[in-house]
């Protein structure tokens, strides 16, 4: 499975960025039979978990630093997840990377960084006045 995070960028504080994941190369599989999350790294910080989403899309989690200001969703038909990041704050500013799991269980929705077996390359998000 490869991942593509793309949408990062350079906005001010308040402002907003979507996050996409293209998701492709799945052998006897499909997207739906995994779960994606977005996680984040700054500098000199580990990488924590931000938002992810069930295989059907009908489990979210969000970090406590996401709810309210962040929207994980997921299109079938694109094979593509998407992170919707609005009233943006300096401490955002990380390189975000999404994951893929394959997962069982429709409603899983694995928060740990360790429970993903692919990983994209990661987009630049930089929040600064």
């Known amino acids: 499975v490869q991942l593509q995070a793309s949408g990062g960028g350079s906005v001010q504080p308040g402002g907003s960025l979507r996050l996409s994941c293209a998701a492709s190369?799945?052998?006897?599989?499909?997207?739906?039979?995994?779960?994606i999350g977005w996680f984040r790294q700054a500098p000199g910080k580990e990488r924590e978990g931000v938002s992810c989403?069930?295989?059907?899309?009908?489990?979210?989690y969000y970090a406590e630093s996401a709810k309210g200001r962040f929207t994980i969703s997921r299109d079938k038909s694109k094979n593509t997840v998407y992170l919707q990041m609005n009233s943006l704050k300096p401490e955002d500013t990380a390189v975000y990377y999404c994951?893929?799991?394959?997962?069982?269980?429709?409603?899983?929705?694995?928060?740990?960084?360790?429970?993903?077996?692919?990983w994209g390359q990661g987009t630049q998000v930089t929040v600064s006045s």
């Open positions: 989403i069930s295989t059907s899309g009908g489990a979210i």
């Open positions: 190369g799945f052998t006897g599989l499909t997207f739906d039979d995994y779960a």
């Open positions: 994951a893929a799991v394959w997962v069982t269980l429709k409603t899983m929705t694995p928060r740990d960084a360790d429970d993903y077996e692919y």
